[in-house]
T-cell receptor, first 112, second 116 residues
Framework: GESVGLHLPTLSVQEGDNSIINCAYS??????FIWYKQESGKGPQFIID?????DKRQGQRVTVLLNKTVKHLSLQIAATQPGDSAVYFC???????????FGKGTMLLVSP | DSGVTQTPKHLITATGQRVTLRCSPR?????VYWYQQSLDQGLQFLIQ???????AKGNILERFSAQQFPDLHSELNLSSLELGDSALYFC???????????????FGSGTQLSVL
């Protein structure tokens, strides 16, 4: 069936760099997207969300971009810090459904 | 702290056994979701309850069952356990769990199940 997928399983960056984590989705009926951060031993933690009627949304040091034409979602983290090291998941909500479908996840490693 | 409480944090058991995982949602949330996380499958949706009633079903095995009680806490029952059932089991909650409301889910810290 259709699912959310990620391009890069691991991303290594230096502290202070900007990080970009990508996500492809295949269901054109998806109308809500969320990025979650999961640290070791913890549950997924909400970072930022975006609805399909938007192209961009900004939070504190994070920006989510949505390109519906190519069904692509990205998470940009500015001035990446060692505390940002975690697995990042994108998740989609398909219109008419009450649940979230998660991608496989990308490991972000930040070196001091 | 997400406000979602899961117990126990760790569970070690043998094949063929039955276990119960417990979840208390955030205060005020009516909907509870169960997800399974394994290394090869990622986060897989199992089942959703809303105010005591089953609302949605995902990739949940027949050996697994869940329920949501009047106080809104939920239990996930796993029976006839197999080695492949070893995984992290997460509970999440949301305010209504209704369709088309675009609600974010808040996750607990999970229960690590090891089947030996």
């Amino acid at each position: 069936g259709e699912s959310v997928g990620l391009h890069l399983p691991t991303l290594s960056v230096q502290e202070g760099d900007n990080s970009i984590i990508n996500c492809a989705y295949s269901n054109s009926a998806s109308d809500y997207f969320i990025w979650y951060k999961q640290e070791s031993g913890k549950g997924p933690q909400f970072i930022i969300d975006i609805r399909s009627n938007m192209d961009k949304r900004q939070g504190q040091r994070v920006t989510v971009l949505l390109n519906k034409t190519v069904k692509h979602l990205s998470l940009q983290i500015a001035a990446t810090q060692p505390g940002d090291s975690a697995v990042y998941f994108c998740a989609e909500n398909i219109r008419g459904y009450s649940t979230l479908t998660f991608g496989k996840g990308t490991m972000l490693l930040v070196s001091p | 702290d997400s406000g979602v409480t899961q117990t126990p944090k760790h569970l070690i058991t043998a094949t063929g056994q039955r276990v119960t995982l417990r979840c208390s949602p955030r205060s005020g949330d009516l909907s509870v979701y169960w997800y399974q996380q394994s290394l090869d499958q990622g986060l897989q949706f199992l089942i959703q309850y809303y105010n005591g009633e089953e609302r949605a079903k995902g990739n949940i095995l027949e050996r697994f069952s869940a329920q949501q009680f009047p106080d809104l806490h939920s239990e996930l029952n796993l029976s006839s356990l197999e080695l492949g059932d070893s995984a992290l089991y997460f509970c999440a909650s949301s305010q209504t769990g209704a369709r088309a409301t675009n609600e974010k889910l808040f996750f607990g810290s999970g229960t690590q199940l090891s089947v030996l």
